[in-house]
């Protein structure tokens, strides 16, 4: 810590409130508190930014989490069972994280990234229509499966962008709304990051005298987007999905062939 300055530390800090608001709304908040990270910490070892990144996560995601259960129409018990797949396939991805080339899997993702863009831009509705009741277990076990076992373990893996692929695939397989598919995604993710947090820690690899401040920031930008989300609806957080959406494919096409 005595190696960042002040300046550093207080955009930092603003970095992980934006990112909590972004987070909480549509998930895709890594896609600005990861690389904030990796500028401000330029001779620190990636591992050390990554279980940092997860350190101060948690908390956003938390905050959010705990708004969303006291308003949004959420089936707890649904989000808990995907969460814990999710929190088992996040603690594997983060133990396999330190020998996988990313770049290897950048493309693949940029494609899948590509494919929902088009999907979401050329169904208007998708996600906009009020929610279609309970799923039927068939579904739901296919949640756990997917949004659970697989997107946890790409969360442990890689990270950014988990959230806004929770939010997608609940609205794909559950049938949920927006609104709705954020709150249980939010939900999922405090397991996620729960699981890929207690891989860092016990590696040594977070600083927790930075991630204390940068919490607290993002914190209060988790609150404040799922308040915003909840009152302003599916549409807002659909809008927000296409930015976060095209800003993702963005920077991972520059991580590929531009950094």
């Given at each position: 810590m005595h190696d960042i300055s002040a300046t550093t530390l207080l955009l930092l800090c603003l970095a992980a409130a934006a990112a909590g608001w972004i987070d909480a709304v549509v998930g895709g908040g890594g896609l600005l508190q990861l690389p904030a990270l990796l500028v401000g910490l330029p001779h620190v070892a990636p591992a050390y930014v990554l279980g940092t990144?997860?350190?101060?996560?948690?908390?956003g995601t938390s905050a959010a989490a705990i708004t969303?259960?006291?308003?949004?129409?959420?089936?707890?018990?649904?989000?808990?069972?995907?969460?814990?797949?999710?929190?088992?396939?996040?603690?594997?991805?983060?133990?396999?994280?330190?020998?996988?080339?990313?770049?290897?899997?950048?493309?693949?993702?940029?494609?899948?990234?590509?494919?929902?863009?088009?999907?979401?831009?050329?169904?208007?509705?998708f996600g906009t229509a009020p929610a279609t009741g309970p799923a039927t277990r068939a579904r739901v076990l296919t949640a756990i499966?997917?949004?659970?076992?697989?997107?946890?373990?790409?969360?442990?893996?890689?990270?950014?962008g988990t959230g806004t692929?929770?939010?997608l695939t609940l609205v794909a397989i559950l049938h949920m709304d927006m609104v709705t598919a954020s709150a249980t995604a939010k939900v999922v993710n405090v397991c996620t990051n729960a699981g890929a947090l207690i891989t860092f820690s016990a590696q040594?690899?977070?600083?927790?005298?930075?991630?204390?401040?940068?919490?607290?920031?993002?914190l209060i930008g988790g609150a404040?987007?799922?308040?915003?989300?909840l009152k302003r609806g599916s549409g807002f957080v659909r809008v927000v999905l296409v930015v976060v959406v095209v800003a993702l494919v963005a920077k991972l096409g520059y991580d590929?062939?531009?950094?």
């Open positions: 990144n997860k350190a101060v996560s948690i908390v969303y259960t006291r308003k949004a129409p959420l089936d707890v018990r649904t989000a808990v069972r995907i969460g814990l797949a999710a929190a088992g396939g996040s603690l594997a991805g983060a133990f396999f994280a330190a020998g996988i080339d990313s770049a290897v899997l950048r493309p693949l993702i940029m494609v899948v990234l590509l494919a929902v863009l088009a999907f979401v831009l050329l169904r208007p509705a499966l997917v949004a659970g076992l697989g997107i946890g373990f790409y969360d442990g893996l890689i990270g950014p692929f929770l939010v040594g690899t977070v600083l927790w005298q930075l991630a204390a401040p940068m919490a607290l920031f993002n404040t987007g799922a308040r915003m989300a590929q062939w531009g950094g």
